[in-house]
């Protein structure tokens, strides 16, 4: 076990101690009232015993002092990350922003299993750009031979081992582009995830045509899943007593022109081997916020100031003011967001729980919606159950609720418990799960024995666990949900007291090169007058976004304009110089000096006297950077409009929708025209579904036309929002060919289909479907 080098000739469990008495005053706990600070405390000896008793005091300590150094030099961290939101100590240690006892739901052996010896995970999230001075900082406290980074396998995913064949065999780009324009999406823990080149080569007849003009493109399949090689892992840093290179080889990797020392252990490798491992990550959303609060003269910590009750800050989640909001602007969790409307911060933590498959598949969110607004009444079993899941509109979202459901009501020990919450984490299936049904039915029985709650009888109790089984498979972990909660709170306190700060960091982050365009086109079943694409990508989505808050997107101006983009007066935003196609940090940078050391007029032209500026170098920026909408905010609005124009000469339906206007409440049966490109496709199988949702094969028999297997859910955009426009299994075949030819972001596509009456979703059932370009 890696030791915290002595201080004053302290003991470790005396620093640790003593570091609490000084959170304990920093965190204001001595301004409770008297049974506050009696609960706070019974639960920090309780922490501290465990902590103490299994020897983690020291990395508790190691984890602490480098958090407690980024916080001093205002580098940016996050909130928590995981379980260890859940710890009082971590909150008292200044390793985490979370105090846990404003969130009862917040499970403390969640973080720390008390039946095992092994380390908890303390994962950390930290400003990009200045991760490396943290570990910079561990270096000089422990010893250059005493820290490493943690080194990690590069597999060949699907792109690229395509396009490094296609370079090896000089296969044309634009011919592998038809290949992975159609590449089917599968998440690493589906069983063909390292299959994908094979299936879509066989699925679509575009892709098996360029194999067979080149043939070589084949080898791809060969590579795809393997490892490509051996880098530095973005996040892990090993950390022992001795010098690591008397208990494991090194290597050293050149990155960004900085000679890394790396080691190939993982988690397991380190605790056999007595090393530390600790993770930072770097989180861009938290970039982003921490230059919002530079922007406005404030240190990183400011956002730990920011209060959790904030009128105009729930106000913009309960209209669903999302883009730019971090993990609120996915398709899922809009959609969620806009049926929840939520009242206060931890509804918005519930949303990020809700807004994923399980829940959305099975009738949670439905539910949690419509008994949240009194359209239906919730199903009341027992006062036990009620009093777990309450806060959660009586659905059971949370791991911590099923733990706590196991240990209340089946009266598990901990050491029955912690196994419940290994068949969870690790997926292991509804079998493993009902291995443990008789043990909760045995507790279950003595529940009144136990507590002041009445019996249970048989059938309450297997319809209890009928539910835990269910949700096991995809209930998420609360304290994860709370902290991210923290972030997607902060950035929405932004842009609501802050827009202009928010839009420039913002723009900054979603900084794209977007002139030019161009992509591979699609076949189209009828014609339109249009004359060009529609190209989008998340800069034109937040410069829309912008607009539709009042503000003015300034042009470019040699004199006004820096590096990125900037605010400017109360409503207007002025673009970069790093911004331009062709031009990248170095060369903005040259400019900016240039200008800078300019006392007269200064015109386009002149910038011939930058190093490496050209003629033809300054006429792509004279053309981009004086064009009418260089970044093509309107281009999205006239090509639907031009398309609108012809839909009466082609005799197809008239858009009666735009996304917004969709509703997400339940009422009749609605028929939705609409128009728009579509910005994510993913393609559906029941069985692989089901196997990734319950860890069970799902039996053929079972379904209604088991070969009607696939089905594909989109996401489609017309500039006033996001639409869920799905294609069920009894209609994708008809719609397959012409679904895989759709130029994603581009190509304008005409929708015609019905919101159901029982759908609190904004989504469209399609029953036609149209791809309208050039």
């Not at 892709?207 to 493109?217: D, F, L, Q, W």
């Not at 700060?501 to 339109?528: C, E, I, P, W």
Request: aromatic share 10%; with cysteine; proline share 4%.
């Amino acid at each position: 076990m890696v030791r915290y080098p002595s201080q004053n000739g302290h003991t470790s469990t005396e620093t640790f101690r003593e570091w609490l008495k000084e959170g304990w005053a920093v965190r204001g706990c001595n301004r409770l009232s008297a049974s506050e600070r009696r609960r706070y405390s019974e639960r920090l000896k309780y922490e501290m015993s465990i902590i103490e008793e299994k020897d983690f005091v020291d990395y508790f300590l190691i984890v602490s002092d480098a958090v407690r150094f980024a916080k001093r030099k205002d580098i940016g961290v996050g909130p928590a990350r995981g379980s260890a939101a859940a710890s009082l100590v971590c909150w008292l240690l200044r390793i985490t922003e979370v105090n846990p006892m404003l969130f009862p739901h917040l499970v403390f052996e969640r973080f720390i299993d008390i039946t095992r010896m092994d380390l908890p995970d303390i994962d950390l999230d930290f400003e990009s750009a200045r991760r490396s001075e943290i570990v910079d900082y561990l270096v000089t406290r422990y010893g250059r031979e005493c820290v490493s980074q943690i080194g990690t396998f590069q597999t060949f995913k699907s792109r690229l081992a395509l396009d490094d064949v296609a370079r090896v065999h000089r296969i044309p780009k634009y011919e592998v582009e038809q290949i992975k324009d159609l590449l089917l999406e599968r998440s690493s823990g589906d069983l063909r995830a390292s299959a994908t080149i094979e299936d879509t080569i066989a699925q679509f007849e575009a892709a098996a045509g360029v194999v067979e003009r080149h043939p070589k493109i084949m080898d791809a399949t060969e590579l795809e899943g393997n490892v490509k090689g051996f880098g530095v892992h973005a996040a892990g840093v090993a950390i022992s007593n001795e010098p690591i290179t008397g208990i494991t080889a090194i290597l050293e990797r050149e990155v960004k022109k900085r000679l890394i020392q790396v080691v190939a252990i993982d988690k397991y490798d380190a605790e056999y081997l007595g090393v530390l491992k600790i993770d930072l990550l770097g989180l861009s959303a938290l970039d982003a916020l921490v230059q919002m609060c530079r922007m406005i003269g404030k240190p990183a910590s400011f956002l730990y100031e920011i209060p959790i009750e904030d009128d105009l800050t729930i106000r913009g989640f309960k209209e669903n003011d999302v883009v730019g909001i971090f993990q609120f602007e996915g398709r899922a969790c809009r959609m969620v967001n806009g049926s929840v409307r939520p009242d206060d911060f931890n509804e918005v933590c519930h949303v990020t729980a809700l807004a994923r498959p399980g829940p959305l598949h099975n009738g949670a969110v439905a539910d949690y919606v419509d008994i949240k607004r009194g359209e239906k009444q919730p199903h009341l079993r027992h006062p036990a159950l009620e009093h777990i899941t309450g806060f959660t509109q009586f659905q059971i979202v949370y791991q911590e609720q099923i733990l706590q459901i196991v240990r209340e009501i089946g009266a598990f020990d901990w050491t029955h418990a912690a196994y419940i919450r290994k068949i969870i984490s690790r997926k292991l299936g509804d079998q493993e799960f009902n291995r443990q049904w008789e043990r909760f039915w045995e507790g279950a029985k003595t529940i009144h024995e136990r507590t002041d709650f009445p019996p249970i009888d048989f059938d309450l109790a297997k319809s209890i666990w009928g539910d835990l089984t269910t949700s096991g498979s995809y209930a998420f972990n609360a304290a994860h949900s709370v902290s991210y909660g923290y972030i997607a709170w902060w950035t929405m306190w932004f842009k609501q007291h802050h827009p202009g700060v928010f839009y420039a960091a913002m723009l900054h982050r979603a900084d794209q090169k977007t002139a030019g365009g161009g992509g591979a086109g699609g076949a189209s079943n009828t014609k339109a007058s249009v004359t060009s694409k529609a190209k989008l990508d998340g800069q034109v989505i937040m410069l829309r976004d912008a607009i539709k808050h009042r503000f003015r997107i300034l042009p470019y101006d040699l004199r006004a304009s820096d590096m990125t983009w900037k605010r400017e007066g109360r409503r207007g935003l002025r673009p970069g110089f790093d911004q331009i196609e062709g031009v990248g940090p170095s060369m903005a940078g040259k400019i900016i000096d240039w200008r800078d050391s300019k006392t007269g007029e200064i015109d386009w032209p002149d910038l011939i006297q930058v190093k490496g500026i050209g003629p033809k170098t300054i006429d792509k920026l004279v053309g981009f950077a004086t064009a009418a909408d260089p970044f093509g905010i309107e281009k999205l609005d006239k090509m639907i409009e031009s398309v609108k124009a012809d839909l009466p000469r082609l005799n197809l339906p008239v858009p009666n929708h735009t996304a917004v206007e969709v509703p997400y409440e339940r009422g009749e049966d609605t028929e939705i025209v609409w128009l728009g490109v579509v910005v994510h496709r993913n393609l559906r199988d029941i069985f692989e579904v089901n196997r990734a949702r319950t860890g069970e094969e799902l039996d053929p028999s079972t379904v209604k036309h088991p070969e009607l297997n696939e089905w594909m859910l989109m996401a489609g955009y017309d500039g006033t929002d996001l639409l869920s426009i799905r294609i069920t299994r009894w209609k994708y075949p008809k719609f397959k060919k012409l679904l895989w030819k759709i130029s994603l972001n581009e190509d304008i596509v005409l929708v015609r289909g019905v919101k159901p009456s029982w759908r609190a979703a904004r989504e469209v059932y399609v029953s036609d479907i149209w791809v309208l370009q050039p």
